[in-house]
């Protein structure tokens, strides 16, 4: 998380003055709902009264306080005890909330309060992020987050030394609150004569291959800290537990860094690593899911990404994944090897997950394996710089994203052509045969517990067809609300890699309003083209119409000996404004669409270019369901 001033608390709190407008959420939004109409043109949203907007865009389906701004995702684990998936959030401090299925969530404290707030001797100004030791301190849940007591902080302007801290606390209650220590911090600086851009966002993990690269007792713990070191590049700070109860950390060094505002490659794949990390989390995968022998990936947030060095202040960000290997030539290094985007809107930033064992209560529902589970913040609009938008309307800002399982994804029978050896990108080459490969990269997939809770619902399937004349096709039947998922198979010619195709849907459409949702062979782009999107954004400032983009090559496949582009596997959750793309299990794309009015519910194809397009299992799935049943 980065900071400037004192917005950086702002950003994480309810104002007391928010509080008295919304005790209750629903109550609030009812009260005004019968004064706006959804069938006429929007006024001016920022004229509307206090919390009258507060379910107009509100997602039911996703990971949010019962009002107020949500920050960034943090303190997850699984109680070891209970079996509980504890998910938690930058929300005036951190709050929380446990799931069984990791589709419903009950608050960990009454209106969502806090776990733990700032205000001690150690963080007199902030809280921010943290990672949990399940078992820690006497066997117990312990956070070690990063305390802080100097404001302002970010990565163009000189640090303030001491001003952020690493330091623990522990739940006595099951993760309802956590008691800070009554001592100083446990790592009470960065590393010495080094001039740091930012010592913040720890992550504390488990990992064989790190304990035998630096000669660790099996289990030992590790924390990565994100930040990075002015006029020399973005690194994370790797330190060793060297006792018991988590006192002492011993620094092994900047395991990782890179050269200032550089990229894997030419940054097609991976954008840039920019001034500063942020929230690193480290963790082992393979094809299964998570593995603690498995290689070594994190996923971090990137700071002032494409920008010049001489730039002012600037909140441009990438949320990105790297895999790497680990050496030890005197001083343990994570070497990358492959890297990606692991969600590509301009509002998605700051993931973080955590471990969830095959013995947690979810994954004994499911009959899942150890696996990693991580969660994206969708912050209020692009770059969290919008002016205008009617927040004090809306009284609520931010989500997070569906839960999100990551492996070792593998893409077989690809052949072996020049767009599948690109070097330094996304993918890599895993097994080479005649005249085809198997190539390897991230896996990205909503969590299996969640896919399967948000098409339990009623649904109906939409007749596959070929489109090849430019326009768009009405669906038969229509979603009744703006609550759906979409499912659907999109084939090309083999010409399309020489054309100016576009194809794919329209959604949360009107005759007034519409999103489109397509795939363009000139970028190799999945696109979301939000100018047409809100009616509101044409009366009120603040609502950002820009579109969206994410990389995704389609590779040449041998289908029974005969080469074929791959097919675009869509999922597409519409859950009220918040839209999430899913693609061929490695592409995740979120964004904003803020419809307005009531009627903008229909889906259409939708088909650009010249050449045949054919649309196959296209299945639409109604309703959603309610992520909090016990809130009001």
Not at 128 to 143: A, E, N, Q, R, Y
Not at 597 to 605: A, D, G, L, V
Request: glycine residues 10%; aromatic residues 10%.
């Amino acid at each position: 998380m980065s900071t400037l001033g004192a917005s950086k608390i702002d950003t994480m709190k309810l104002s007391s003055a928010t509080t008295a407008v919304l005790v209750n959420g629903a109550f609030a939004a009812n009260v005004h709902k019968s004064s706006i109409d959804y069938n006429s043109a929007p006024p001016n949203l920022s004229t509307l009264a206090n919390a009258s907007l507060f379910e107009t865009w509100r997602p039911k389906a996703h990971v949010l306080p019962p009002s107020g701004k949500i920050g960034d995702p943090c303190m997850q684990y699984t109680d070891p005890k209970t079996g509980l998936f504890h998910v938690g959030w930058l929300h005036d401090g951190i709050a929380g909330a446990t799931t069984d299925d990791l589709a419903t969530y009950e608050d960990l404290n009454p209106n969502g309060a806090p776990a733990i707030i700032a205000g001690g001797k150690n963080d007199p100004l902030a809280v921010f992020d943290g990672s949990v030791i399940p078992s820690g301190i006497d066997g117990l849940p312990t956070l070690l987050y990063t305390s802080v007591s100097y404001l302002p902080i970010h990565w163009s302007i000189p640090y303030t030394r001491g001003s952020e801290t690493q330091s623990l606390a522990v739940s006595y209650d099951g993760g309802r609150n956590f008691t800070k220590l009554a001592q100083g911090a446990v790592i009470p600086s960065p590393p010495f004569a080094v001039n740091v851009t930012a010592f913040r966002d720890p992550y504390a993990f488990q990992s064989s291959v790190l304990d035998t690269a630096v000669n660790s007792t099996k289990g030992t713990w590790y924390t990565a800290i994100s930040g990075g070191v002015h006029d020399v590049g973005p690194c994370q700070f790797l330190y060793r537990q060297h006792d018991a109860d988590f006192q002492y950390w011993e620094y092994l060094g900047q395991w990782w860094n890179e050269p200032v505002n550089s990229t894997w490659g030419i940054g097609d794949w991976a954008g840039g690593w920019g001034f500063n990390f942020e929230v690193g989390n480290v963790f082992g995968l393979n094809a299964e899911g998570y593995s603690e022998d498995g290689e070594i990936f994190m996923t971090l947030g990137t700071e002032g990404s494409g920008l010049p060095i001489v730039s002012q202040v600037s909140s441009i960000h990438d949320m990105l994944w790297v895999a790497g290997n680990v050496t030890n030539e005197g001083s343990v290094a994570f070497n990358p090897t492959m890297a990606g985007v692991l969600d590509w809107g301009l509002s998605a930033y700051a993931a973080a997950g955590k471990i969830l064992p095959a013995t947690s209560q979810a994954a004994k529902k499911s009959g899942a394996p150890d696996r990693f589970i991580s969660y994206v913040w969708l912050t209020g609009d692009v770059f969290e710089q919008a002016t205008g938008f009617p927040t004090s309307q809306q009284n609520w800002t931010g989500t997070l994203l569906l839960p999100r399982e990551l492996n070792i994804r593998t893409i077989p029978n690809v052949v072996d052509n020049e767009l599948a050896r690109e070097s330094l990108t996304s993918w890599r080459v895993s097994r080479e045969g005649s005249g085809e490969v198997d190539l390897e990269t991230m896996g990205i997939s909503i969590s299996r517990e969640t896919y399967s809770a948000l098409t339990s619902g009623s649904s109906f399937v939409e007749s596959g067809r070929t489109l090849s004349k430019a326009g768009s096709v009405a669906f038969s039947t229509s979603p009744s609300s703006k609550f759906f998922v979409l499912s659907a198979n999109i084939s090309f010619p083999t010409s399309a890699r020489d054309s100016d195709i576009q194809s794919g849907f329209q959604v949360l459409t009107s005759g007034l309003e519409s999103t489109t949702i397509y795939y363009q062979f000139s970028n190799e782009s999945i696109i979301i083209d939000r100018s047409n999107t809100s009616a509101a954004a044409k009366t009120t400032d603040g609502i950002s119409s820009d579109n969206e983009a994410g990389r995704l090559r389609l590779f040449d496949i041998l289908e029974n000996g005969e080469e074929q582009i791959e097919t675009l596997e869509l999922t597409v959750v519409v859950d009220n404004a918040v839209l999430e793309i899913y693609a061929n299990g490695r592409l995740a794309l979120s964004t904003w669409a803020r419809s307005w009015y009531t009627n903008s519910t229909e889906i259409k194809f939708f088909h650009n270019g010249v050449g045949g397009v054919t649309f196959e299992d296209v299945t639409v799935f109604e309703g959603l369901y309610n992520a909090w049943p016990q809130r009001n």
